[in-house]
């Protein structure tokens, strides 16, 4: 519900890692519409509101979700799902999941994800890196706030590394507007 740039930063990510890595075939859910600015974001256009409610998802991943109860309907397919992990770095998160990977002194599920990424080795690709990056600078507020650490700094460095340019993902998030807003504003 009302994804920001952490949630959907993280999603795609990880969809790029399980389709590009491991050519296994995955489907994003989401319960709002995309916000304009993060349309950007590599493969956020596949991410479905609507779904089968009849599926049952071998493995269902739910991202940067504090309570399960967020996800409103589509509870039903992580419910259902023969496996069920929870990705999240909210200290309130009640590790719902049959697998939890939470990290509470991660600045965002970002950050989390790209522990995970490389504890396991797995090479980041510049799809992922560019979400990555996303999800970890908007949860900072451009790695402001008190969440940053040395280690969200050295991820974001990494993620450049993979390919993120600061500047084109910064100004994607907080200069893109509407044509409508543009007007109004202009009339104001
Ligand atoms: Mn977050």
């Known amino acids: 519900m009302n994804p920001d740039g952490d949630t959907l930063g993280s999603m795609c990510a990880m969809y790029s890692m399980i389709c590009n890595r491991f050519k296994i075939k995955a489907d994003m859910s989401i319960v709002s519409n995309i916000p304009y600015n993060y349309k950007f974001l590599p493969n956020v256009d596949l991410a479905q509101r609507y779904f089968d409610k009849s599926l049952v998802y071998d493995l269902v991943i739910s991202l940067d979700v504090a309570a399960i109860d967020r996800v409103l309907d589509s509870k039903i397919l992580f419910d259902k799902a023969k496996c069920r992990v929870n990705i999240d770095h909210h200290k309130t998160n009640p590790a719902f999941g ?24 797995w090479d980041i690709d510049k799809d992922s890196a560019v ?37 084109y993902i910064y100004k994607q998030c907080y200069e893109t507007k509407t044509k409508n807003f543009v007007l109004f504003q202009n009339y104001r």
């Open 98 to 121: 049959d697998y939890n990977i939470i990290e509470s002194d991660s600045s965002s599920c970002g950050e989390v994800l790209y522990n995970y990424f490389k504890a396991n080795n």
């Open 131 to 167: 979400c990555l990056y996303t999800a970890i600078m908007t949860d900072t507020g451009n790695f402001r706030f008190e969440n940053t650490s040395s280690n969200t700094l050295r991820a974001a460095a990494d993620l450049v590394d993979a390919g993120a340019n600061p500047n």
